[in-house]
């Protein structure tokens, strides 16, 4: 059965802090590795990783890939208050049906 | 702007009625669409997954006569709660996925609240 952990569960900040959100997978057949960010209502797209070692960047987010280790980390710099959502790793491992395999969320809190 | 909707946002029904839940794709033909169910604190967890004209192919535990679904076209799918119960209330949130591409595009999401 595909599985997929992030750590850690939950976590507090300041604003300006810098994190890092760690998702690892066990996985057969892997295809590619999703993030999305949850606030109140559905989860919305960030990156997709499919090759290791390369960064994806956007603004203050950024991620990578290790296929090798089957991980990947998620690192937002200088953090504000409207990061504060659930961030969500997912798993796509292939198969006809496209199916992603979710871990359970880093909840994050900026504070001001 | 939004790519996915879904319609009604929240509903409230009484216990042993049918609540339908729309999933819509606006702006492309979506070859297959995703069911998901989530409780509170719980990650998102998958329901079924429904290509068009063809039947849904529901994961282990859920019950395809209670839920049922209908992807009439490439551009809707219905979710169907028959009979629902309390336990049924749940947050139910679609999401779409387009030709050659792998990421899912989520709806907003219905919550659903059976008394």
């Not at chain 1, 960064?55 to 990947?72: M, N, T, V």
């Not at chain 2, 551009?75 to 709660?81: D, E, G």
């Amino acid at each position: 059965e595909d599985k997929v952990v992030q750590s850690p569960l939950s976590l507090v900040v300041h604003e300006g802090d810098t994190v890092t959100l760690n998702c690892s997978y066990e996985v057969t057949n892997f295809r590619s590795l999703l993030w999305y960010k949850q606030e109140k209502k559905a989860p919305t797209f960030l990156f997709m990783l499919t090759s290791s070692g390369i960064e994806k960047k956007s603004g203050r987010l950024s991620s990578i890939l290790d296929k090798k280790e089957l991980f990947s980390i998620l690192n937002i710099t200088a953090t504000q208050t409207g990061d504060s959502a659930v961030y969500l790793c997912a798993v796509h491992s292939g198969g006809s049906n496209y199916k992603l395999t979710f871990g359970k969320g880093t909840l994050l809190t900026v504070n001001p | 702007g939004a790519v996915v909707s879904q319609h009604p946002s929240w509903v409230i029904c009484k216990s042993g009625t049918s609540v339908k839940i729309e999933c819509r794709s606006l702006d492309f033909q979506a070859t297959t669409m995703f069911w998901y169910r989530q409780f509170p604190k719980q990650s998102l967890m998958l329901m079924a997954t429904s290509n068009e004209g063809s039947k849904a192919t529901y994961e282990q535990g859920v019950e395809k006569d209670k839920f049922l679904i209908n992807h009439a076209s490439l551009t809707l799918s219905t979710l169907t709660v028959t009979s629902a119960h309390p336990e049924d209330s749940s947050f139910y949130i679609c999401s779409v996925k387009f030709e050659h591409f792998y990421e899912q595009y989520f709806g907003p999401g219905t919550r659903l609240t059976v008394t």
